[in-house]
């Protein structure tokens, strides 16, 4: 009797038991989510800095008598440093965070970018045409804020290793091969008429470039993961895997960035920011749901509202772009090409009078939007 009492005991304290592991595992998933957020909203706001750095340096020297290149000033070398620490920031989030969350805190670029260049680049204003001029800006930020504060609460808790068993399983899994066809098919289409038809319609190449991007990302996901557990103690590097997904992650920025070149030369930087960040994020967003699963086991709740946070965002970083004013030919500048949700690894050729050829890939907006902030006569 007293072995069958004790039997019944253990017994009644098994649920307790398993409650208390997943209120345990809930807690290490929002903690992970909270770090990968936190390097991508300090990563993206470092990179806008930079950039605006770098900026003001060339408005300054195109505006005075110094003789001296921009590469010779301690500002434009401080502005560098600033950028790798962000982007290093902002790859390192995607190791901690699911896809879907990373991708849409690039609107903190966006909003950065928004108030330095109010702040120390735009012209002086009068304190009467203040709230007219900026009403816009100011109440996008509002909303982008407010759409980044929603996806953070309401992010998907997907927390897989990224061995190198688990990307090689999903990467040839069924879903994920039906939106490669489907996704290389209207590339394809999407290169026809832009080459051959000339359809150079602002759509059509960030279309192109959100395609490439969505791949990017999946692939600085996979390669941020595992090299993260590998400084942990678990090697990945001997996976061959590992070396695809690297290459695909070059060589998917590198065209990224030519095409965005092309888009910075025909379109006002602040039509690429806005379009460019809502077609980006949405097919990052895709990609990542195919791919890594992220919102599997997700209630319907939760993500409508990730999605409400999604369109809060889009629709402030829209309103802060609309701001803008068109770009005047000749000005003084640096102009900064971006690439949304994607690893800044490389140099790209600058468009048209820029100085310096780093983009930001990882922060998509924020060069585009920096660029914006020019010098006015």
Not at 53 to 65: D, P, V
Not at 148 to 166: D, I, Q
Not at 236 to 241: F, T
Not at 300 to 313: K, R
């Amino acid at each position: 009797m007293d072995g069958a009492h004790s039997a019944a005991l253990q017994l009644q304290q098994l649920p307790p038991t398993s409650s208390a592991s997943a209120v345990s595992e809930a807690s290490f998933s929002y903690k992970e989510n909270l770090i990968g957020a936190l390097l991508a909203i300090f990563g993206h706001l470092v990179v806008s800095i930079a950039l605006n750095l770098q900026k003001y340096c060339h408005i300054r020297l195109a505006g005075s008598k110094d003789p001296r290149a921009y590469f010779k000033t301690k500002t434009w070398w401080l502005g560098l440093f600033l950028m790798l620490l962000g982007e290093l920031g902002v790859f390192a989030s995607y190791a901690f965070a699911p896809l879907s969350l990373i991708v849409p805190l690039s609107a903190v670029s966006v909003i950065a970018s928004a108030i330095i260049g109010i702040i120390f680049i735009k012209e002086k204003w009068k304190p009467k045409d203040f709230l007219r001029r900026y009403i816009l800006s100011f109440v996008g930020c509002g909303l982008a804020v407010v759409g980044t504060y929603l996806l953070v609460t309401f992010a998907p808790n997907s927390h897989e290793k990224m061995t190198g068993e688990n990307v090689t399983r999903h990467l040839v899994s069924w879903p994920f091969l039906l939106y490669m066809l489907v996704e290389i098919i209207l590339f394809c289409l999407l290169l026809y008429f832009y080459k051959e038809k000339n359809a150079n319609n602002i759509v059509v190449i960030l279309l192109l470039v959100a395609l490439l991007g969505s791949m990017t990302v999946v692939t600085v996901k996979a390669v941020a993961g595992m090299l993260v557990l590998s400084i942990q103690g678990n090697l990945q590097l001997d996976y061959p895997i590992f070396y695809v997904m690297f290459v695909c992650m070059v060589a998917t920025a590198v065209y990224q960035a030519a095409f965005l070149s092309q888009a910075s030369q025909m379109y006002d930087s602040s039509l690429i920011a806005s379009v460019g960040y809502i077609l980006s994020t949405t097919i990052a967003i895709t990609a990542g749901a195919v791919f890594y699963l992220d919102f599997i086991g997700e209630d319907v709740l939760h993500i409508c509202m990730f999605a409400l946070g999604c369109l809060i965002a889009f629709l402030g970083v829209f309103l802060i772009t609309r701001n803008r004013k068109k770009a005047i030919p000749f000005e003084p500048y640096i102009s900064m090409d971006a690439m949304p949700g994607l690893l800044q690894i490389m140099g790209t050729a600058p468009p048209r009078n820029c100085c310096c050829g780093l983009g930001s890939s990882l922060a998509f907006g924020s060069g585009a939007v920096a660029s914006s902030h020019k010098a006015e006569p």
